[in-house]
T-cell receptor, first 110, second 118 residues
Framework: KQEVTQIPAALSVPEGENLVLNCSFTDSAIYNLQWFRQDPGKGLTSLLLIQSSQREQTSGRLNASLDKSSGRSTLYIAASQPGDSATYLCAAQGNTPLVFGKGTRLSVIA | GAVVSQHPSRVICKSGTSVKIECRSLDFQATTMFWYRQFPKKSLMLMATSNEGSKATYEQGVEKDKFLINHASLTLSTLTVTSAHPEDSSFYIC??????????????FGPGTRLTVT
């Protein structure tokens, strides 16, 4: 059974810092891995989707990498801003529905 | 493309009543729909998977008689919380996966429904 773990659970950084969020998954037989953002009380916003054949995806200040063999993905956020404050969820998709990690709660302090 | 809607966005009901939540794929046909539940400050937990025209498959620990799922068409799935209790208060999020092409693997999520049972 797929299990997804995210480290750290919470992170607080000053504005402008670059940061890395970590995600690991136990079953490497995945189709894709996705990163989502969730604001308090809101739904999910899809940030990046990495297909199993890809190693990374970039969107603006965000860069996600995928290493299937080691069961790891990272989300890199450059030049963080207070508006980046949210919970970031990673989710792995194999033959089962998306399995989510518990998320990393990010606070960017102005 | 790939828009999923949910209705209502918020609902408050009294204990013992039933509540229906609708999930629609607006611009694609969804062979499979998923229902997730999220408690405060927790992650999303899959409740059930429904395929159009067949019975839903429930995850372990989810009562199928309490959470009724109907997936009557390729664009609509409903979740009915029967005889709701305060412990059913949660954020319910649906997700849809398409039938073919670029929609065939990725799951698209609705905006969620906040259920409060008093």
């Amino acid at each position: 059974k797929q299990e997804v773990t995210q480290i750290p659970a919470a992170l607080s950084v000053p504005e402008g810092e670059n940061l890395v969020l970590n995600c690991s998954f136990t079953d490497s037989a995945i189709y894709n891995l996705q990163w989502f953002r969730q604001d308090p009380g809101k739904g999910l916003t899809s940030l990046l989707l990495i297909q199993s054949s890809q190693r990374e995806q970039t969107s603006g200040r965000l860069n996600a990498s995928l290493d299937k063999s080691s069961g790891r993905s990272t989300l890199y956020i450059a030049a963080s801003q207070p508006g980046d404050s949210a919970t970031y969820l990673c989710a792995a998709q194999g033959n089962t529905p998306l399995v989510f990690g518990k998320g990393t709660r990010l606070s960017v302090i102005a | 493309g790939a828009v999923v809607s949910q209705h209502p966005s918020r609902v408050i009901c009294k204990s013992g009543t039933s509540v229906k939540i609708e999930c629609r794929s607006l611009d694609f046909q969804a062979t499979t729909m998923f229902w997730y539940r999220q408690f405060p400050k927790k992650s999303l937990m899959l409740m059930a998977t429904s395929n159009e025209g067949s019975k839903a498959t429930y995850e372990q620990g989810v009562e199928k008689d309490k959470f009724l799922i109907n997936h009557a068409s390729l664009t609509l799935s409903t979740l009915t919380v029967t005889s709701a209790h305060p412990e059913d208060s949660s954020f319910y999020i649906c997700s849809a996966r398409g039938t073919s092409g670029s929609f065939s693997y990725e799951q698209y999520f609705g905006p969620g429904t906040r259920l409060t049972v008093t």
